[in-house]
């Protein structure tokens, strides 16, 4: 019998629809299924995963004994200065250089009231006005510093004589400003004009015709006391160098340690601190610390602020003092840099790390908790296989240091670098600890 063809499409559409019902319901129940949990289950799936056995690897290396502290870099010298001026209230007009910044030889750091500050090279302290007519150490220093910056005096002689008068002109024409002067104009101007009448007075007295010549021989004298007079004004004036605008450092380049220099605002002592020589580490030992620090330990310089890293040793360890403000005592330790340090690390805070002892060569090293005590009395470790089996394996145990301690295998047991040991794991807790863990149960070696 035959079938109408809209007959078959009918229940071919009939019979898909139901498959795709069948498999709706079907679906429907394998994901309500799996949204229903048991109490037990939700308890359970919340849980984190159970304990699990730490270990680490065995290193072979120099094991070293440290002792870390802080430290503060700064310059082997210090000085303040606050520059004075004639003005009623000093203000400080210009700033040139501020904390942290290098300075050069020559070279203004700040003006107050118009005039500038600068450093010159000079192992002697500057303690006075540098004046024409001046002799000693500190004007043979000015002299050097003159030379060094391209301004030459003449001569080393340590006198103020004209050659450094004229470089000190030089100098301040440089750097812009007008060059300070000393000596009494109104007396230089009077001992110029007495000069002068006593040159009349000689001319005179040749054209008078006097046979005798006492009249011309009184007007010669005069006119050398005058012109020794003259001399002498002259040779204690011109360009002068006053305290209040140089300082002198020992070494360069040197650096603004610290300033309170502010355009605009008064003069303060101290207008500023500058830093000269070589940069070294000053910090502090607590008591406990002070019998495994002592002088010639290396020591590693870090900055964690620049990442920048230098090498040194310890210099000294000093008497224990107490702060005054905080009470606390420490021994003051200083340590000095291989080498120049990064300038940048100038005024810094840095890291410590003082090496106190070392093994004599490299050696097995484990962690402290990686030991532990067998009933016979023997210290052991666990070797952790690779299969996942342990090896109990018996040591003897050396130096130790931050934590880590070198070990040497015992009774023909084995231990070598890069392999791995316990230390720790669930059942430790309950078990007696000789190293920071419990007794092994694994035996053998």
């Known amino acids: 019998m ?21 498999a709706a319901l079907l679906a429907g129940g394998f994901v309500a299924g799996s949204a229903i949990r048991s109490p037990q289950q939700v308890a359970a799936d919340a849980a984190g995963p159970g304990p699990s056995t730490l270990t680490t690897a065995v290193e072979r290396r120099v094991l070293r004994s440290t002792v870390l502290l802080r430290g503060d870099v700064t310059a082997s010298r210090t ?63 000015l002299q050097t510093a ?18 450094t008068k004229n470089a000190l002109r030089s100098l301040y ?10 000596g009494d104009q109104q007396a230089l101007t009077g001992a110029q ?56 450092l020992p070494a360069f380049p040197a650096r603004v340690a610290a300033t309170r220099a502010t355009v605009g605002a008064p003069v303060k002592a101290p207008l500023v601190t500058l830093s000269s020589g070589r940069l070294e580490i000053t910090g502090g030992l607590n008591p406990g610390q002070r019998d495994l ?3 010639g330990q290396p020591v590693r310089i870090l900055s964690e602020t620049t990442g920048v890293s230098a090498e040194g040793t310890v210099a000294s360890v ?5 702060d005054p403000e905080t009470g606390a005592s420490s021994h003051p330790l200083t340590v000095r840099p291989k080498g120049a340090l990064d300038a940048r690390l100038a005024g810094t805070n840095v890291r410590l790390t003082i090496e106190t002892a070392a093994s004599s060569g490299e050696v097995l090293v484990v962690p402290v908790s990686a030991l532990f005590a067998a009933p016979d009395g023997t210290t052991n470790v666990v070797r952790s296989l690779p299969s996942g089996e342990e090896r109990t394996v018996a040591v003897r145990a050396g130096m130790s240091a931050d934590g880590m301690v070198a070990v040497t295998p015992e009774r ?13 794991r669930p059942e430790d807790e309950s078990l007696t600890s000789a190293g920071g863990r419990g007794a092994s149960r694994g035996e053998g070696s």
């Open 318 to 322: 000093g008497a224990l003092v107490q």
């Open 173 to 182: 024409e440089a750097l812009g400003y007008d060059v300070p002067t000393a």
């Open 2 to 22: 035959s079938v109408p063809k809209n007959t078959l499409r009918g229940r071919r559409r009939t019979l898909t629809g139901g498959t795709v019902a069948a």
């Open 412 to 424: 023909g047991g084995s231990l070598r670098d890069g392999e791995r040991v316990v230390i720790s």
């Open 79 to 141: 000085v303040d200065v606050t520059p004075s001026t004639e003005e009623a209230q000093a203000v400080v007009t210009a700033v040139r250089a501020g904390a942290g910044q290098e300075i050069r030889p020559g070279k203004v750091i700040l003006e107050v009231s118009g005039r500038p500050l600068f450093a010159l090279p000079g192992a002697k302290p500057a303690y006075r006005d540098l004046r024409p007519g001046a002799e000693g150490d500190d004007v043979a220093q």
């Open 193 to 248: 004009d007495r000069v002068a009448e006593a040159e009349d007075a000689l001319a005179a007295a040749r054209e008078s015709g006097d046979r005798q010549g006492q009249g011309v021989g009184r007007a010669v004298e005069r006119l050398e006391r005058a012109r020794r007079d003259l001399a002498a004004l002259r040779a204690r004036s011109g360009p002068m160098l006053p305290a209040a605008e140089f300082v002198f």
């Open 146 to 163: 003159l030379k060094r910056l391209g301004h030459d005096p003449g001569a080393f002689d340590g006198r103020f004589g004209t050659g």
């Open 293 to 295: 620090v002592r002088e």
